[in-house]
């Protein structure tokens, strides 16, 4: 077991995104872990998706300048960069699990960075595809 785990685009947003009290919390402590263990990982398509809906699509958006300035911090993370073999590999997953291509491909994302877990409120959590554990730790049991 690597240790690693890759955090899916809401679960980040959260962090940042104070308009949900509850989940901004759990985000925020989770992220802070990572950030202390190392252990963290993310894709490309998490920061593209993250810098969108925190300028735009939240109720307090950041400013661009902010948002780069996260942007450009998370970089230090492991960040598994979409290739063609990411996009071929994403469409198998999503023939096979019935996940959305996007969801399929920060699934890909999280196997090819060899991770155990992916935290996101978007999958079915408790699945294990490819060696990742899906986690919700927005809600108890095999979520958190």
């Avoid at 989940?23 to 963290?40: F, I, M, Q, Y």
């Avoid at 699509?57 to 970089?75: F, G, N, Q, S, T």
């Avoid at 990742?132 to 108890?140: L, Y």
């Amino acid at each position: 077991m690597s240790g690693k785990t890759f955090v899916d685009t809401n679960v980040l947003v959260y962090a940042y995104d104070r308009s949900h009290a509850g989940k901004n919390e759990t985000a925020r402590s989770l992220v802070a872990d990572l950030w202390a263990s190392g252990l963290g990982v993310l894709s490309t398509q998490v920061l593209q998706e993250f810098f969108v809906t925190v300028t735009a699509k939240v109720p307090r958006p950041l400013k661009i300048e902010k948002a780069r300035e996260i942007v450009r911090d998370l970089l230090r993370w492991e960040v598994v960069v979409n290739d063609a073999e990411s996009l071929v590999g994403a469409a198998d997953l999503q023939k096979r699990y019935g996940y959305s291509f996007w969801d399929s491909l920060i699934i890909r994302a999280a196997v090819e960075a060899g991770a155990d877990i992916l935290v996101t409120e978007d999958l079915a959590a408790g699945q294990t595809i490819g060696g990742v554990t899906i986690r919700n730790p927005f809600s108890g049991g095999t979520g958190g």
